[in-house]
């Protein structure tokens, strides 16, 4: 496509987008950016909703969990890392988790709740993804990033940030810078009226495509926290639970979007894809794509993907697709669409589903309980007797509920000790200092009389780093199937409702757990 063609065709939706893209942050908490090193000076790098941080997509490519904690709605990622450009390659340089009280780097005290941590990235076990070694600073290569970045001036100490006067546009794939450019004010006003003179003028042409560039890129990742995949199961419609940033479909890319042929470098065609599945005879199938584009919460652009564009034709039959690259957890979410507030909808969840799939195919299926709170998301049990509630015969239990009985015959993971041990195995603590620890914790918790499970909390103290560390294994715990219990029994083998406690282990980062027996 040559440059004139372009320009008439691009001209409407750039202006579109430029409105729209920078609009939409004043919708959410403005997020503390990261830093970069540009030239021997630090900048500020712009992160956000729809600009996520080189080191958030770390943890979206190898599809794992981040092990930062939010500690602020101006920081949900948890963290603030520093970046360099040297040599024509991104590098990450050092984390800071402490929390900050705004852009002038000053930190409110540790008060147990949250780690004071600034490190450099082996602290915090991060390498790059070739297995490159770390540079002598400790350094590593950000080989896992593409996408855009935006540096700004940074903030004067106790001055609220400035008005960007220029912007630096720097284009990533791989970890490699591939384009780098300087807009400044001027040239955004000139985009905004763009004429033929103005394609002739390529170093001008330049930075109007890394601008357009940019936007496509706020835009995919916007779409990806905005949109949900329709799957029909049994009968009924549901809706993937998001993934923070994942489209279900990518994972047929490695979660890469650069390896996706509609993503941001797609200057014909691109946005985030949005999926219809369908599930029959225990199998998982991919029925249609289409791609959402824009950054408007009340509406979005979208382009349909025929399935023959992404997969061989003998892959398809009968209109759909056997989705034989998923694999692991997922959530299917039922419920119905209410009007919300500014007349935009929410979606009303009243029940969940969840599915464990190998290589498209379904391997364990189980539902919420009926007590799952679809508002705090939460299992808020619904007691069969209150008036006859037991307990284990343990402190945790003890020093809260020391009024109530003891049963019988106490719950118990109805698949067994072992199978629990494995569930924790596979939900490791993933919090670098973890790994530096020894450690051990107690959860209170309610098991009723059908084997649903709910009402988590720490029993044992705690404080500093300890009391976190707790609090991590408390929202491991708390993911567990909340119905894999047997309930406790009275001495006439009636079943109960009672307070139940697992006593955890903790050493190298491994969870050890021990169910209370009397």
């Known amino acids: ?46 992160v956000g909703w729809d600009h996520p941080s080189p080191l958030q997509v770390l943890y979206i490519r190898t599809n794992t969990h981040s092990p930062f904690q939010s500690y602020s709605t101006a920081n949900y990622r948890g963290h603030i890392a520093t970046w360099l450009i040297s040599d024509g390659k ?24 949250c780690a004071d941590t600034l490190a450099s990235p082996g602290y915090f076990n991060i390498t790059s993804l070739s297995g490159e070694q770390a540079e002598t600073n400790g350094a590593v ?29 720097v284009y990533v794939r791989n970890g490699e810078v591939v384009d780098d450019q300087l ?40 779409q990806s926290c905005m949109g949900h995949d329709e799957v029909l199961y049994d009968g009924h419609t549901g809706r993937f639970a998001s993934q923070d940033f994942r489209p279900q479909f990518m994972s047929l890319f490695d979660n890469d979007p650069v390896q996706f042929p509609f993503s941001w470098e797609n200057f014909q065609r691109n946005g985030s894809p ?5 599930i029959s005879n225990d199998s998982l199938f991919i029925n249609s794509i289409t791609l959402w584009s824009g950054t408007g919460f009340y509406e979005h652009d979208n382009a349909p993907v025929g399935l023959d564009e992404i997969f061989r034709p003998e892959r398809i039959k009968n209109g759909r697709v056997f989705a034989f690259w998923m694999n692991g957890e997922r959530i299917i979410e039922y419920g119905e669409n209410r009007k919300g507030e500014f007349g935009m909808e929410d979606f009303h969840l009243e029940r969940q589903q969840h599915i464990v799939l190998d290589s498209g195919r379904i391997v364990q299926v189980k539902w919420t309980p009926s ?24 402190w945790g239990a003890r020093d809260s509920h020391k009024e109530l009985p003891e049963a019988a015959n106490l719950p118990y993971w109805t698949e067994g000790d072992s199978a629990l041990q494995a569930w924790f195995d596979s939900h490791p603590l993933t919090d670098p200092r973890a790994k530096e620890m020894m450690f051990r914790t107690a959860l209170l918790f309610k098991v009723n ?8 909390a720490i029993a044992s103290e705690s404080n500093g780093i300890m009391f976190e560390l707790a609090n991590q294994v408390l929202d491991i715990a708390k993911q567990l199937p909340s119905n894999g219990w047997t309930p406790a029994t009275d001495a006439d083998g009636n079943a109960v409702d009672c307070w139940q406690v697992i006593q955890f282990n903790i050493k190298g980062g491994k969870v050890k757990c021990n169910v209370i027996k009397k």
């Open 274 to 278: 949005v999926c219809t599945w369908s």
């Open 183 to 222: 807009v400044q004010e001027k040239d955004f006003k000139r985009m905004q009226t763009i004429s033929d003179k103005d394609t002739s003028d390529h170093k001008f042409m330049d930075k109007y495509y890394i601008v357009i560039l940019n936007q496509f890129y706020i835009s995919y990742y916007f």
């Open 141 to 169: 290569l950000a080989d896992w990033f593409s996408g855009v970045l935006e540096i700004g001036e940074p903030a004067s100490e106790g001055k609220k940030k400035p008005k960007m006067m220029e912007i630096r546009y």
């Open 449 to 456: 009389c059908h084997g649903e499970a709910g009402e988590w």
């Open 371 to 394: 007590s799952f709170d679809a508002d705090t998301q939460k299992i808020s049990l619904e007691d069969c007797d209150p008036q006859h509630i037991y307990r284990c015969d343990h």
């Open 90 to 113: 991104l590098y990450l340089t050092e984390i800071d988790t402490r929390r900050h009280s705004g852009r002038t780097g000053t930190y409110w005290p540790d008060n147990g709740r």
């Open 1 to 46: 496509m040559n440059s004139v063609t372009y320009q008439i065709k691009y001209t409407a939706l750039f202006f579109m987008l430029f409105l729209t893209g920078f609009g939409c942050r004043s919708f959410a908490t403005e997020q503390y950016p990261d830093y970069i090193i540009y030239d021997g000076k630090k900048y500020e790098l712009s």
